[in-house]
Nanobody
Framework: QSHLVESGGGLVQPGGSLTLSCAAS????????IGWFRQAPGKEREGISC??????????NYLDSTKGRFTISRDLDKKTVFLQMNSLKVEDTAVYYC????????????????WGQGTQVTVSS
């Protein structure tokens, strides 16, 4: 059975950095895309960035407010996808999720069939 587990969240001051990890297990190969999403209290879940399957590794960035500050990457050997977050702002506070879907990235959130449990990121002074 396939699983995703996020880690790396925590409390950070504005302007600080965090790196989130999404460890995948149970997938038979690298033919899946991993997306990062976040959900703040009272708001809808939104897509941040996605990296496609292990062969293509195509990156798509969806959220204008995080472009240039957040970077997605993938370590195929460790079956882990990272989200490097720099210059964090108070408005980045949310629960961050990773999710998987076959091969290609998509902006359609419901096309992601596997989700992690989420990790809390709090940006506060």
């Amino acid at each position: 059975q396939s699983h995703l587990v996020e880690s790396g969240g925590g409390l950070v001051q504005p302007g600080g950095s965090l790196t989130l990890s999404c460890a995948a297990s149970g997938f038979t190969d690298d033919a899946y895309a991993i997306g990062w999403f976040r959900q703040a209290p009272g708001k809808e879940r939104e897509g941040i960035s996605c990296i496609s399957d292990g062969v293509r590794g195509r990156v798509e960035n969806y959220l204008d407010s995080t472009k240039g500050r957040f970077t997605i990457s993938r370590d195929l050997d460790k079956k882990t996808v990272f989200l490097q977050m720099n210059s964090l702002k108070v408005e980045d506070t949310a629960v961050y999720y990773c999710a998987a879907r076959p091969v290609y990235c998509s902006t359609y959130i419901h096309s992601y069939g596997y989700w992690g449990q989420g990790t809390q990121v709090t940006v506060s002074s």
